[in-house]
Protein backbone atom coordinates (compact mmCIF):
# COMPACT_ATOMS: atom_id res chain seq x y z
CA UNK A 1 0.00 0.00 0.00
CA UNK A 2 0.93 3.57 0.13
CA UNK A 3 3.19 5.21 2.65
CA UNK A 4 4.11 8.92 2.82
CA UNK A 5 6.98 10.26 4.60
CA UNK A 6 6.87 13.98 5.45
CA UNK A 7 9.57 16.39 6.76
CA UNK A 8 10.20 18.12 8.60
CA UNK A 9 8.26 17.16 11.92
CA UNK A 10 8.59 21.02 12.95
CA UNK A 11 9.45 24.18 11.41
CA UNK A 12 9.54 27.40 12.68
CA UNK A 13 10.07 31.00 10.77
CA UNK A 14 10.38 34.22 11.48
CA UNK A 15 7.00 36.06 10.15
CA UNK A 16 7.72 36.93 6.61
CA UNK A 17 9.93 34.39 5.72
CA UNK A 18 9.14 31.41 3.53
CA UNK A 19 8.11 27.92 4.81
CA UNK A 20 8.79 24.23 3.09
CA UNK A 21 7.46 21.33 3.51
CA UNK A 22 8.56 17.83 1.77
CA UNK A 23 6.58 14.97 1.36
CA UNK A 24 7.45 11.65 -0.49
CA UNK A 25 5.32 9.05 -1.75
CA UNK A 26 5.90 5.13 -3.08
CA UNK A 27 2.73 4.36 -4.84
CA UNK A 28 3.99 5.21 -8.69
CA UNK A 29 -0.09 5.17 -9.09
CA UNK A 30 -1.30 8.03 -6.41
CA UNK A 31 -2.30 10.62 -8.72
CA UNK A 32 -4.31 12.90 -6.20
CA UNK A 33 -1.74 15.10 -3.56
CA UNK A 34 -4.15 17.34 -1.19
CA UNK A 35 -2.66 19.62 1.56
CA UNK A 36 -4.59 20.27 4.89
CA UNK A 37 -4.39 22.55 7.61
CA UNK A 38 -5.65 21.56 10.78
CA UNK A 39 -5.52 23.78 13.79
CA UNK A 40 -6.03 22.73 16.95
CA UNK A 41 -9.04 20.46 18.65
CA UNK A 42 -10.37 21.13 14.75
CA UNK A 43 -10.63 18.80 11.61
CA UNK A 44 -8.44 19.27 8.97
CA UNK A 45 -9.19 21.90 6.13
CA UNK A 46 -7.99 21.24 2.38
CA UNK A 47 -5.81 24.47 1.46
CA UNK A 48 -4.39 23.76 -1.65
CA UNK A 49 -3.89 20.30 -3.80
CA UNK A 50 -2.53 18.97 -7.23
CA UNK A 51 -3.09 16.23 -9.46
CA UNK A 52 -0.42 14.21 -11.28
CA UNK A 53 -0.62 15.77 -14.70
CA UNK A 54 0.11 19.19 -13.28
CA UNK A 55 3.53 19.86 -12.26
CA UNK A 56 2.89 23.49 -10.23
CA UNK A 57 0.03 25.19 -8.90
CA UNK A 58 0.02 28.37 -7.02
CA UNK A 59 -2.92 29.73 -5.13
CA UNK A 60 -1.42 33.32 -3.60
CA UNK A 61 0.96 32.74 -0.88
CA UNK A 62 0.29 29.19 -1.19
CA UNK A 63 2.04 26.39 -4.15
CA UNK A 64 3.00 22.97 -4.08
CA UNK A 65 4.87 21.15 -6.59
CA UNK A 66 5.44 17.67 -7.79
CA UNK A 67 7.70 15.42 -9.33
CA UNK A 68 6.20 12.42 -9.88
CA UNK A 69 9.23 10.60 -11.39
CA UNK A 70 11.19 11.33 -7.91
CA UNK A 71 7.90 10.90 -6.51
CA UNK A 72 7.73 13.73 -4.10
CA UNK A 73 5.71 17.16 -3.77
CA UNK A 74 6.18 20.09 -1.71
CA UNK A 75 4.41 22.98 0.01
CA UNK A 76 5.58 26.27 -0.09
CA UNK A 77 4.11 29.47 1.88
CA UNK A 78 5.52 32.83 1.36
CA UNK A 79 5.47 35.47 3.23
CA UNK A 80 4.46 34.01 6.49
CA UNK A 81 2.08 34.98 9.29
CA UNK A 82 1.68 34.08 12.72
CA UNK A 83 -2.25 32.68 11.38
CA UNK A 84 -0.08 30.38 9.37
CA UNK A 85 1.04 28.46 12.43
CA UNK A 86 -0.68 24.54 12.89
CA UNK A 87 0.17 21.45 11.91
CA UNK A 88 0.10 20.93 7.86
CA UNK A 89 -0.28 17.53 6.90
CA UNK A 90 0.40 16.17 3.15
CA UNK A 91 -1.32 13.45 1.59
CA UNK A 92 -1.68 10.98 -1.32
CA UNK A 93 -4.62 8.58 -3.07
CA UNK A 94 -5.65 7.45 -6.05
CA UNK A 95 -8.49 9.37 -7.58
CA UNK A 96 -8.86 10.35 -3.70
CA UNK A 97 -9.57 6.99 -2.63
CA UNK A 98 -7.70 5.51 0.04
CA UNK A 99 -6.49 8.58 1.34
CA UNK A 100 -2.75 8.18 2.98
CA UNK A 101 -1.43 10.85 5.42
CA UNK A 102 2.04 11.93 6.46
CA UNK A 103 2.85 12.15 9.75
CA UNK A 104 2.42 15.84 9.84
CA UNK A 105 4.56 19.09 9.94
CA UNK A 106 3.93 21.65 13.26
CA UNK A 107 4.73 25.23 11.90
CA UNK A 108 5.27 27.89 13.82
CA UNK A 109 5.61 31.42 12.44
CA UNK A 110 6.77 33.69 15.03
CA UNK A 111 6.08 37.43 15.03
CA UNK B 1 -21.30 24.92 0.59
CA UNK B 2 -19.80 21.48 1.40
CA UNK B 3 -20.13 20.98 5.11
CA UNK B 4 -19.48 18.29 7.30
CA UNK B 5 -20.39 18.27 10.68
CA UNK B 6 -19.73 15.73 13.84
CA UNK B 7 -21.46 14.77 16.96
CA UNK B 8 -21.03 14.87 19.29
CA UNK B 9 -17.62 17.33 19.97
CA UNK B 10 -16.86 15.33 22.68
CA UNK B 11 -17.16 12.70 24.93
CA UNK B 12 -16.40 11.48 28.03
CA UNK B 13 -17.72 7.93 29.07
CA UNK B 14 -16.50 4.88 31.48
CA UNK B 15 -14.93 2.18 30.34
CA UNK B 16 -17.10 -0.43 28.98
CA UNK B 17 -19.69 1.82 27.58
CA UNK B 18 -20.79 2.05 24.16
CA UNK B 19 -20.24 5.52 22.46
CA UNK B 20 -22.19 6.76 18.92
CA UNK B 21 -20.36 9.41 17.20
CA UNK B 22 -22.33 10.91 14.11
CA UNK B 23 -21.16 12.46 10.85
CA UNK B 24 -23.42 14.47 8.76
CA UNK B 25 -22.68 16.51 5.52
CA UNK B 26 -25.16 19.18 5.51
CA UNK B 27 -25.27 20.48 2.05
CA UNK B 28 -25.13 17.97 -0.15
CA UNK B 29 -25.31 14.04 -0.75
CA UNK B 30 -22.37 11.87 0.52
CA UNK B 31 -21.66 9.04 -1.12
CA UNK B 32 -18.63 8.17 0.48
CA UNK B 33 -17.77 8.63 4.18
CA UNK B 34 -14.63 8.06 5.61
CA UNK B 35 -13.93 7.47 8.96
CA UNK B 36 -10.07 8.29 10.88
CA UNK B 37 -8.49 8.67 14.03
CA UNK B 38 -6.17 10.15 15.17
CA UNK B 39 -4.12 10.09 18.34
CA UNK B 40 -2.51 13.07 19.91
CA UNK B 41 0.39 14.87 17.83
CA UNK B 42 0.12 12.14 15.27
CA UNK B 43 -1.52 11.99 11.78
CA UNK B 44 -4.65 10.25 10.70
CA UNK B 45 -5.38 6.74 10.03
CA UNK B 46 -8.23 5.48 7.93
CA UNK B 47 -10.20 3.07 10.06
CA UNK B 48 -12.97 2.45 7.62
CA UNK B 49 -14.92 3.55 3.98
CA UNK B 50 -18.27 4.16 4.26
CA UNK B 51 -20.50 4.01 0.95
CA UNK B 52 -24.47 4.17 1.66
CA UNK B 53 -26.31 1.62 1.83
CA UNK B 54 -23.53 -1.03 1.81
CA UNK B 55 -21.26 -2.77 4.28
CA UNK B 56 -18.28 -0.49 5.79
CA UNK B 57 -14.16 -1.64 4.27
CA UNK B 58 -12.46 -1.64 7.36
CA UNK B 59 -8.97 -1.19 7.06
CA UNK B 60 -6.33 -3.58 8.55
CA UNK B 61 -6.09 -4.18 12.21
CA UNK B 62 -9.28 -2.26 12.88
CA UNK B 63 -11.98 -4.25 14.59
CA UNK B 64 -15.14 -4.58 12.70
CA UNK B 65 -17.12 -5.57 15.68
CA UNK B 66 -15.40 -2.80 17.85
CA UNK B 67 -16.05 0.01 15.90
CA UNK B 68 -19.61 -0.16 14.12
CA UNK B 69 -20.60 2.20 11.14
CA UNK B 70 -23.69 2.55 9.88
CA UNK B 71 -24.30 4.87 6.51
CA UNK B 72 -28.31 4.59 6.03
CA UNK B 73 -28.57 7.76 4.27
CA UNK B 74 -26.55 9.66 1.73
CA UNK B 75 -26.27 12.47 4.62
CA UNK B 76 -25.65 10.63 7.64
CA UNK B 77 -22.96 7.88 8.75
CA UNK B 78 -22.50 6.72 12.56
CA UNK B 79 -19.66 5.22 14.02
CA UNK B 80 -20.32 3.13 17.44
CA UNK B 81 -17.58 2.41 19.63
CA UNK B 82 -18.56 -0.74 21.69
CA UNK B 83 -17.41 -1.65 24.91
CA UNK B 84 -14.73 1.46 25.05
CA UNK B 85 -11.87 0.96 26.90
CA UNK B 86 -8.99 3.60 27.76
CA UNK B 87 -7.08 2.82 24.91
CA UNK B 88 -9.62 3.73 22.37
CA UNK B 89 -9.34 7.03 23.47
CA UNK B 90 -8.65 9.47 20.29
CA UNK B 91 -9.70 12.10 18.38
CA UNK B 92 -12.26 10.66 15.50
CA UNK B 93 -12.98 12.84 12.68
CA UNK B 94 -14.99 11.53 9.58
CA UNK B 95 -14.86 12.66 5.77
CA UNK B 96 -17.23 12.67 3.19
CA UNK B 97 -17.31 13.04 -0.62
CA UNK B 98 -20.12 13.92 -3.32
CA UNK B 99 -18.86 10.89 -5.50
CA UNK B 100 -19.06 13.31 -8.41
CA UNK B 101 -15.95 13.77 -11.03
CA UNK B 102 -13.09 11.34 -10.70
CA UNK B 103 -11.26 13.55 -8.12
CA UNK B 104 -13.73 14.37 -6.06
CA UNK B 105 -12.40 16.57 -2.45
CA UNK B 106 -12.90 15.21 0.94
CA UNK B 107 -14.81 17.32 3.10
CA UNK B 108 -13.53 16.47 6.79
CA UNK B 109 -15.72 17.35 9.95
CA UNK B 110 -14.42 18.95 12.87
CA UNK B 111 -13.63 15.73 15.22
CA UNK B 112 -14.83 13.98 18.68
CA UNK B 113 -12.76 13.51 20.88
CA UNK B 114 -13.65 10.48 22.69
CA UNK B 115 -12.09 10.31 26.53
CA UNK B 116 -12.64 6.83 28.33
CA UNK B 117 -12.20 7.06 31.77
Known amino acids: GENVEQHPSTLSVQEGDSAVIKCTYS??????FPWYKQELGKGPQLIIDIRSNVGEKKDQRIAVTLNKTAKHFSLHITETQPEDSAVYFCAASIDNNDMRFGAGTRLTVKP | GAVVSQHPSWVICKSGTSVKIECRSLDFQATTMFWYRQFPKQSLMLMAT?????????EQGVEKDKFLINHASLTLSTLTVTSAHPEDSSFYICSATTGQGRYNEQFFGPGTRLTVL
Open chain 2, 50 to 58: SNEGSKATY
Open chain 1, 27 to 32: DSASNY
